[in-house]
């Protein structure tokens, strides 16, 4: 089912993109080998033992999973995957929780979904990929009456964890959630530590900006992740908050 599609004019790959959901086992494959390919290849993450070149996880027969593709080519170039309340009922939980404790957050349960393991491919990250990816994404929530997004927006940690921890030192200022909404890293990254070794400025890593832009909030302190080398942030979207530049950017005559 196509969502949406996009014009690149100038762009040195194909001037179509469009948006739809993976509809069987061989599209899931090809978001996971995207993924392989950003996560794996380009930034070193540790992903788990499986089938060679596929970055799968047990929650993914579970979720939704959007895709970008090329309209000339059909190669999958962005991806986002989605597990609905539903679902994640029936898995037994989200995979957040093995980052944070969310305890707080547990009573949006049926009215929150969960969204993750996004990427694009390096080729097409100019901004026609993230927001046909957005767009679907907010017309998900709309349809299916969702109240609130949530899902981790990451930061690298290849210089160590300081831009992370200075991007969280300036973010916590305007962007934190009400304290009801607070969620408690599992593996905390020792922002104290970090922050008087070093005062790093950093930009906003697009997928956190574009979080931010929208209205999210941030959670609580990030969380490091082992596999990913990242900095996890926990961001909490309330569809009652969407910027409504964005709500109309993204939902067009919807919103």
Known sequence: MQLQQAQTPGSAVSKKLFVSYAQSADEVKQAQRLRYRVFAEEMGARL????????????????????VRDGDTGEVVGTYRILPPDRAKKIGGLYSASEFDLTRLLHLSPGMVEVGRSCIHPDYR????????????AKYMLSHGYE???GCASVSMADGGHAA???????RVDNMSPIEWRVFPRCALPLDKLT??????????????GYLQAGAYICGDPAWDPDFNT????VLLPMSKVNRRYARHFLGAAA
């Open 165 to 171: 921890a200075s991007l969280y030192n300036n973010l």
């Open 231 to 234: 900095a996890d942030f926990l």
């Open 126 to 137: 100019t901004g026609a990929a993230i927001s046909l990816l957005w767009s679907g994404l």
């Open 196 to 209: 008087r070794e070093s005062s790093v400025s950093a930009p906003l890593p697009p997928l956190l900006k």
């Open 148 to 150: 609130y997004l949530m």
């Open 48 to 67: 788990p033992g499986g089938e060679a070149g596929l970055d799968r996880d047990i929650y993914d027969p579970f979720c939704e999973h959007l895709l």
